[in-house]
């Protein structure tokens, strides 16, 4: 019965969202303001009931109705409560209900934020998102329904979620990871609208500067999160892969962060807008093709979703419709779009070009080395991979001319510089930065490459030149206080975004470079010694958990004879699946990481153990939050709030009926 | 030329030029990180309409069916060999590490190394997918028609 409801409420937010395609746009068309009004009315209703429809399924999973083919092949009676909640996104089917949750919930939000914005655009932006909700839920609906029954015939037992995803990592890396991409849909439709309206200005730029910040935190966020998701629950102690789907994730957010970038130039100086709205077309094209390689399945990966060329082939049709019908408006509109401002060599415009012309390369390349596979193969030239050294050896080569112009950025004022000002500046931090990535790395470790030399370098650099630049903004009022003060929030989000930045490259060198991997024979009473640090296994033990059994390696650590910490590695059988999962065990420190994975048992009472010890690693992640608290930061920005409440005391009087909620933007 | 103009044509040029070195670039880097893949069948006989077979000491993916009973395990290390076969002959890897979690006999794997004989790998990196009955596309093309063998799970954990 519940189930029964979910496909029906879903099939009337489809009936919903086809109005919000429709009503809009062609009110917005023949400027009838009745049309234009119901937008945001449809847009609450679609989300409702889309939203009565994925509750539906988590009460199917949570009352073990194994009638449904969703809930039997993801989730088993002995399955937590929280984890049969996450199991409505662990699969196919679940994940694709869970991204049309945060499609109808961002359309919902943006109908409620928008309500400084004229009608025209209010309008067409709805429309527009409209038209991606009626995509997704076709999709759903025809090709991918959750709501399948088994019926007459159906199991007593369900078929177990994935061990792998049963961690807490697991729960929120998903539905950031759809935010981000979703969010990014956000972004789009205002560059679609925009171009509809036929007005691409600052205040465009200014009205769409949250929602992109929004999509990318969450991708940031995601990101992060995903990382050290594989970090610890592979039990290969690797913290990225290159894998498709990793990729597909790393694409949009690097558009996105060009974008952010490009979006800031436009706002302040109304620069580079018809590269703006590209990009913004282009960061939500990439999120589609990223589902696209995840979800047909055409790519080998190692999140191994179900394939089904027959989804490959729907989505590959909307994204063409959806990229061709964008880039057929661009094409046609763009071309009226100048942008006025006029700038020198020296100036921050041309840095903010060169980063954004490094971040496209950027994914060009993951794009080409995660696509050439698929292409190689529909060639008939057999099947390809394309290792890890290839985007590690390409992403070496661009950090360091991105790092390098990171530094000097901050430096540079909008429109022009003088060089010789700049120039003994520049000097002044390189020297800086040389010497303490020289006394730092020299004293700590005996060889130093040239490249983790460089890389630490940069990091230093970029760091330094930051703080350079903060001191001399803050020294120019009278007192360093009252000039800190002085400082804007979104000038303290870039310098966070950018300390992230320095601090992910600072762990991916050194973690890289400084890594120790074993893997050893051990039995219970040996040890081995790896970089100072005394591994003693002490012998095995059964566990049992809630739908698991296994065994646990009980490993001390010992640093000058002092013992550290006692680390148990598990490998555990999933009761329902007989799946084996390896659970590393971690002891995380801000230095490095002791790492502990237990392999399979050998002969005479002998395991294998597998050994890491990473330094710094744990500055990747801190990284990434650093840098996702910068959009954290701008999302709080008074700016942005401010306008739309003053906008919203002006116009409007009438809208007074529905909550002035334009603060939610942030959540 | 008029200064406008000259200054476009530098501009055009540092495009071109910027281009060009990138896309050398990734070309030279792709060169030594293509692996192709092959199937033991492959491996033996040859791939593709000319038959080329890699040469000894290249480096590619494989991808097969662990033969039931071949894996053999060096008592003092962590040495380990196994054979590999599709729908023809069988080929050997060897492997020094700790297979993954779903590694069993007669599921399929993918392992990536370098060819040190004509029908022998050794393997720096054994992949055994998630998904309990997932096999490499690959693999699942390869071996079409061949049943799929049950795991034994008995085997699993007990000294092989």
Known sequence: ?667 | MNPRRKKRMVTLLAVVFGLGSAVALVLYALQGNINLFYTPTELIQGKGPEKQKPLVGQKLRIGGMVVPGSVKRDPDSLHVEFKLMDTGPTVKVIYKGILPDLFREGQGIVAQGNLIAPNIIEAFEVLAKHDEEYMPPEVAEAVKGIKHQKPVYNNVKGDS
């Open chain 1, 1 to 667: 019965m519940i189930p029964e409801l979910g496909y029906i409420s879903l099939t009337i937010a489809l009936g919903l969202s086809i109005l919000l395609c429709i009503y809009p746009l062609w009110g917005a068309y023949t400027n009838n303001l009745r049309l234009m009004r119901a937008a945001p009315a449809l847009a609450i209703g679609q989300c409702v009931f889309v939203f009565i429809s994925y509750a539906a399924l988590v009460y199917a999973s949570l009352t073990d109705d194994f009638t449904l083919v969703y809930v039997a092949s993801n989730s088993s009676s002995s399955l937590p409560w929280y984890y049969k909640i996450t199991s409505t996104w662990g699969g196919h089917e679940g994940a694709m209900l869970l991204w049309l949750v945060m499609q109808a919930g961002w359309t919902a939000i943006v109908s409620i934020a928008s309500q400084s914005l004229p009608w025209p655009l209010r309008a067409r932006v709805l429309g527009v998102l409209g038209f991606l909700g009626v995509g997704f839920m076709f999709y759903t609906l025809l090709m991918s329904s959750p709501f399948e029954s088994l019926l007459p015939y159906y199991p007593v037992e369900g078929h177990d979620l994935n061990p792998l995803l049963q961690d807490p990592g697991m729960i929120i890396h998903p539905p950031l990871l759809y935010m981000g991409y979703v969010g990014l849909s956000v972004t789009f439709s205002f560059a679609i609208a925009a171009l509809l309206t036929g007005k691409l200005d600052n205040t465009w730029a200014k009205w769409s500067r949250p929602w992109t910040i929004a999509a990318w935190l969450f991708l940031t966020l995601g990101i992060t999160l995903g990382s050290w998701w594989a970090y610890s629950e592979l039990g290969w102690g690797g913290w990225w892969f290159w894998d498709p789907v990793e990729n597909a994730s790393l694409m949009p957010w690097l558009i996105a962060t060009a974008l952010i970038h490009s979006l800031a130039a436009t706002e302040k100086r109304g620069v580079f807008k018809s590269w703006t709205v590209l990009l913004a077309i282009a960061g939500f094209s990439f999120s589609l093709l990223g589902t696209f390689i995840v979800r047909s399945g055409v790519l080998v990966s190692v999140h191994a979703f179900t394939t089904d060329p027959g989804r490959g082939i729907f989505i590959l049709g909307f994204l063409a419709i959806v990229v061709g019908g964008s880039l057929a408006l661009y094409a046609m509109r763009a071309s009226a779009v100048n942008s006025a401002g006029r700038y020198r060599l020296f100036s921050r415009e041309v840095a903010l070009w060169l980063n954004n012309i490094l971040l496209c390369v950027a994914t060009l390349i993951v794009m080409l080395g995660t696509l050439l596979p698929l292409v190689h193969k529909e060639l008939g030239m057999g099947s390809i991979s394309i290792g890890e050294p290839f985007f590690n050896e390409m992403f070496s080569y661009l950090l360091v001319p991105f790092a390098f112009a990171l530094g000097v950025a901050p430096l540079l004022r909008w429109k022009q510089n003088k060089f010789n000002t700049l120039k003994n500046k520049l000097s002044l931090i390189a020297l800086i930065s040389i010497v303490i990535t020289a006394s730092w790395l020299y004293s700590s470790y005996d060889v130093v490459s040239l490249m983790t030399f460089i890389a630490v370098l940069l990091a230093i650099w970029v760091t330094i030149s930051t703080i350079f630049d903060i001191v001399e903004k803050a020294t120019k009022q009278t007192s360093i206080l009252v000039g800190l003060k002085q400082l804007t929030t979104s000038y303290w989000a870039m310098v966070s975004g950018h300390f992230g930045f320095a601090c992910v490259v600072m762990g991916i060198a050194l973690t890289s470079a400084y890594s120790v991997e074993r893997d050893v024979r051990m039995l219970p009473g040996e040890t081995v010694t790896l970089n100072e640090y005394v591994y003693r296994f002490d012998g095995i033990k059964e566990i049992v958990g809630a739908n698991y059994t296994g065994h646990a390696a009980v490993v001390s650590i010992y640093n000058n004879g002092e013992k550290v910490t006692e680390l148990h590695a598990e490998k555990r059988r999933y009761n329902v699946g007989m799946q084996f999962m390896t659970e590393a065990a971690i002891d995380a420190s801000l230095g490095r990481d002791l790492y502990v994975a237990l392999g399979e048992q050998l002969s005479n009472g002998a395991w294998a153990l597998r050994i890491y010890h990473k330094p710094y690693i744990r500055w990747m992640w801190l990284g990434g939050l650093i840098i996702s608290f910068a959009g954290l930061l701008i999302l709080l920005d008074k700016r942005y709030r401010g306008t739309t409440k003053a906008s919203q005391k002006t116009k409007d009087t009438n809208e007074s009926s529905q909550p002035a909620t334009s603060d939610e933007v942030s959540s």
